[in-house]
């Protein structure tokens, strides 16, 4: 989803870091192979992910929604020198590719794949994280904030994905589209809750940037 006109959409991607070798390989795979690949962050979202941890230099980063990989190696760019990531996904399937791109990126052994339903997960989790990026099910985004909020330090970011929702947050919501329904709560949530600061970007389908006083 852009919310950019095209030519403008273009000129801004022209403009910007050139994608790496590796995340164009996994782009193509991605396509050629995966169901859904547009769930994939793609060159210019994850240029932008990658900035945001080299600024951040994070520790501990957790990602909730793996998918193949992408963004989890965009965020492992600027993770520290000794930092590490967490990245959760349900689908099993997926697992052995993120592994193989993984391993093929120098971070691999810093890169933590957790399978299985991320409610579950986040609790053993036994540390604080300095940059979580959540692209998962957007009916438990609320959820998966409360987990967090006693999981991250002040200064941590949070990164929320889809939270435009193609455009679906200011339209009349259907009685059934619950997924909706949560972002729109969620996006009142970051916006109010009084431990955090939000701004949301309508970067592709919408990126709040959230810091945590």
């Known amino acids: 989803m852009h919310f950019l006109p095209e030519k403008i959409d273009d ?14 390989q996994l782009s193509r795979e991605t396509w050629q192979k995966v169901l859904a690949p547009r769930m994939l962050s793609g060159h210019f979202q994850g240029r ?3 900035m945001i941890a ?10 909730i929604g793996t998918y193949t990989g992408y ?5 492992a760019e600027g993770m520290a020198a000794d930092g590490v990531l967490h990245t959760i996904d349900i689908n099993e399937e997926l697992f052995d590719m993120q592994r193989t791109y993984f391993d093929k990126s120098g971070y691999g052994d810093r890169m933590i794949q957790h399978l299985g339903n991320a409610l579950e997960i986040i609790p053993t989790l036994d540390l604080a994280f ?11 985004y609320l959820n998966y904030l409360e987990l967090l909020l006693d999981k991250l330090p002040s200064g941590a970011v949070i990164l929320s994905d889809n939270v435009l929702w193609s455009g679906k947050v200011i339209e009349k919501v259907a009685a059934e589209d619950i997924d909706t329904q949560v972002l729109i709560e969620y996006n009142k949530a970051l916006n109010n809750h009084p431990r955090l600061e ?15 006083k």
């Open 11 to 24: 000129y801004a991607v022209a403009h910007s870091q050139k994608e790496p070798e590796l995340l164009q």
């Open 48 to 50: 932008v992910l990658s």
């Open 54 to 63: 080299k600024l951040v230099r994070p520790k501990n980063i957790l990602e």
């Open 71 to 75: 963004s989890a190696l965009c965020l």
């Open 130 to 140: 300095d940059l979580v990026f959540i692209d998962a099910d957007k009916r438990n």
């Open 198 to 212: 939000t701004v949301l970007l309508p970067i592709r389908d919408g990126l709040t940037i959230t810091r945590v």
